[in-house]
């Protein structure tokens, strides 16, 4: 008689129970969008409460730790990195970028200020390795070095200097050299709206479905970035159309050389749509060609946003430093040098920080410390109190200030003259 093994239910591995995790919260943002779009205009606030929408995320640290917060629908990357340098119990710096991380993809880049963080997190759900995906939550400086110190971004050769304008109180034909039409770049474009001239240069660009990289001559026309046919030409007739800028999204390509055979290890991709099929690779021969590359697609995409996110990242920055000042004013009005808070109120004592918390507890204590036992007088043998428990009680109870006889300034300034005689 023939016998039959049992088959045994395998338990899903934790990798699994991530994937599906990371499935039914993009499953709940897309049902709860949709029904928000097809809405119903009469429905009460209980309804769109019950509609918003809210995931936990991790956002990973240099150290590899990470914190989890409670990201909203609209929350946006300046509000997370707020929230997080709360969290993290650093200073808000304007240089804290949120780093988003396709690992599956070797792709990394900094998210905008004005970008909505959990429309990034949706897109993962297209990738084959979402679980693998994460946040990051480090500085850049690299974000608005841009506008501080935009030399380092723009080799002259990279520009081309035949399409700026010259000033009007220059003569003509003063900006016919590189260094000049970058002296004017520089000048005029991050302190306005000037318009980004054409940057020009040599890519080495992955041809579609092969693994081979291919060395052409690119040119980014406004927010058209075009290949040559033909040699280093920029003839229309010879410039092929290679991507629309204001549709796609800059990554860096991480291990370039080791996982994608580039000739270097400065290439970067460009994903034009919401999908992560058709990516297009690209490198250059030194970091610095991939920097003004990149600085140039997000002034082409994204220019205008991105000078209000420096400007306002500028106040946030001053008002914190502003906020700061006035605290170490404010403790140093309040405490002594040589001297540090203390707050005696519960069963152990502690050292406050806070220069407010420590003047509301100095406020406080004047109030509390005012007893209304009566002043010890006579000798100290006669105390009842100091005869019962001898001179292990302290001889603080024998004295005007114990007892709010004094005020408490004049207590501290009567122990600092006569040092601690009584014990």
Known sequence: MPTFAKSKSRSPTKDELAALKNHLIVMSLKVKRFLRMRGDSNSDSDQEGALAVMVMLNFYNNDHSFKNLLVEEHLQA???CHLLAMKNHISEDKSWAIVEHVKELDLERSLEDHEVVLDTFEEWS?????RENKFLFRKDFRKYELFENPAQFFPSHMIDASKIESPKDEPLGILETSEKAKTVLLQNLFNSHEKLPDIHGLLYMREPGKKTWKKMFFCLRGSHFFYSSKGASKDPRHLVQFADVRHCVGYLLLNAKKNHGAPTDFAFVLKCKTGWEDLKYLCADEESSRQCWIASLRLVKSGKQLRENHRA????????????????HFRHSIVSKG????DYTGSSTRVVDDPREAFAISVSEEHEWRKKAPVASGRLSSSPTVRKAGIEAGMHLAQPWFFGGISRQQSVEFITAQGLVDG
């Open 313 to 328: 990242a500028k106040n946030r920055e001053s008002l914190v430093r502003t906020q700061d000042h006035s605290d170490e």
């Open 78 to 80: 300046r509000d997370v």
């Open 126 to 130: 297209t990738c084959e390795c979402p």
């Open 339 to 342: 001297r540090v808070a203390m």
